[in-house]
């Protein structure tokens, strides 16, 4: 059953981040300083696993199998390392060095503080 679980989230992960980027290539221009639809899939994904981390820290609520579908299945599926590196590949290879770095800083302090915010705001929500 947990593999069906990760299986459908991870559907539901990967059509939700197909869908946004290409609303976001729509809407962002093509000479943006980041790929910003990547970063902020991938910000909102760590704070998505923030919280459904922080959740069980403090109240048995959520099933091993509701995690595994959301954690692995939703937030896998949703928010993508792959992407994140051929997109800092493709600006070094444009000579965008200092593009680069900034996004790769960006990323990681964005989604480590996205999941540290999504963890505090799921133990506020829990002690009321």
Do not use: D, K, Q
Request: charged share 10%.
């Amino acid at each position: 059953m947990t593999l069906v679980a990760v299986a459908a989230g991870g559907a539901l992960g990967a059509v939700s981040r197909f869908l946004i980027g290409e609303w976001a290539r729509a809407v962002v221009p093509a000479t943006a300083i980041f790929p910003f639809a990547t970063l902020g899939i991938n910000i909102v994904g760590s704070f998505v696993l923030g919280v459904v981390s922080g959740v069980p820290m403090l109240a048995a609520t959520a099933t091993p199998t509701w995690r595994a579908f959301l954690a692995a299945g939703v937030c896998g599926g949703f928010t993508t390392f792959s992407a994140f590196s051929g997109e800092v590949a493709e600006l070094l290879h444009r000579g965008a060095v200092g593009r680069a770095g900034g996004y790769i800083v960006a990323s990681v302090v964005a989604g480590v503080a996205a999941f540290a915010i999504g963890a505090l705001a799921a133990r506020a929500v829990l002690r009321g």
